[in-house]
Structure formats: structure tokens, C-alpha cells
């Protein structure tokens, strides 16, 4: 489900998987060993990244993106036909520009368009890296 709701960006499918995981965490929480599939949902939804490629000629960069250890994302292969939802964070930047692309989406926000797997790897890495590494500092 949460997969699902990274893919589509859908506001019925992200209200779908965060009211499944309001309603199963407090399990998981009560016995971690035995619902880790559950906390391992819950880490994906909260900090878990989507790539989603786009254009012509982009085989590298979609090989570049299953490189990714599964657990922190989920890859989606745009096709030529295809159009994002008009909810989905990166749906004007994925309609822009020629050429292979790929784009790092992190809940809401999403990474500017990079064209080769270099690029991929350094972008994935820094939103996979914690707050303090990227400069950020406290909260209000």
C-alpha cells in the first residue's frame, strides 16, 4: 500500500496507506520482532524515496535506480504515453525538458531532474542523508 501511494502520489492512495499504518503501528510498537514487516512500511512511508524516470533512451538511468537498496525506495518507469496525477509533487518537471530523466521524490518535495546515474546516485543520497548533514538545523 505504501509502495502504491509513492508510485501514483494519488491523495486516495496516500489517505489509504497513512490510515492503514495509523491503525497498525500501535501492534508493531507493543511487539517489534514479530510485526517488522510493519515497521519496515512505517520507515518506507516516513523517509523512503520515489524515483521516477522519464524519457526517451533512459535504460541507465532506470538500472541506476534498482540499484538503490530496495528497503529506501520505489521505482516507476514513466512511459512516453503516460501522465503523472495533477496531485503528484513532480508532475510539471517530469513533462519538461528532452532527453532521459530521473527525478527523487521524498513525500512531498521532489529533486531537480538529473540525466545520468552519477547524478542519480549523488541525488538519492542526499535525501536519504539525515537532516544535520544537509545543513538543516532544529525545528519551529
Do not use: M, T, Y
Given at each position: 500500500m505504501v509502495r502504491l501511494a509513492q508510485i501514483t502520489e494519488t491523495p486516495d492512495d496516500l489517505e489509504r496507506a497513512s490510515g492503514v499504518l495509523d491503525r497498525i503501528v500501535g501492534m508493531a510498537g507493543s511487539a517489534p520482532?514479530?510485526?517488522?514487516?510493519?515497521?519496515?512500511?512505517l520507515d518506507l512511508h516516513l523517509r523512503g524515496l520515489c524515483i521516477l524516470v522519464t524519457g526517451?533512451?533512459?535504460?541507465?538511468?532506470?538500472?541506476?535506480?534498482?540499484?538503490v537498496p530496495y528497503p529506501d525506495r520505489t521505482v516507476r518507469r514513466l512511459r512516453a504515453d503516460e501522465v503523472l496525477d495533477?496531485?503528484?509533487p513532480a508532475r510539471a518537471l517530469?513533462?519538461?525538458?528532452?532527453?532521459?530523466?530521473?527525478?527523487?521524490?521524498?513525500?512531498m518535495r521532489c529533486s531537480l531532474p538529473v540525466a545520468d546515474?552519477?547524478?542519480l546516485r549523488a541525488t538519492v543520497a542526499e535525501m536519504l542523508?539525515?537532516?544535520r548533514s544537509r545543513g538543516v538545523t532544529g525545528r519551529a
Open positions: 520482532l514479530g510485526h517488522a514487516s510493519i515497521l519496515n512500511a526517451p533512451d533512459a535504460d541507465a538511468l532506470f538500472d541506476a535506480a534498482l540499484k495533477e496531485h503528484h517530469a513533462a519538461s525538458g528532452p532527453g532521459a530523466r530521473a527525478l527523487v521524490c521524498a513525500g546515474a552519477d547524478g542523508a539525515p537532516e
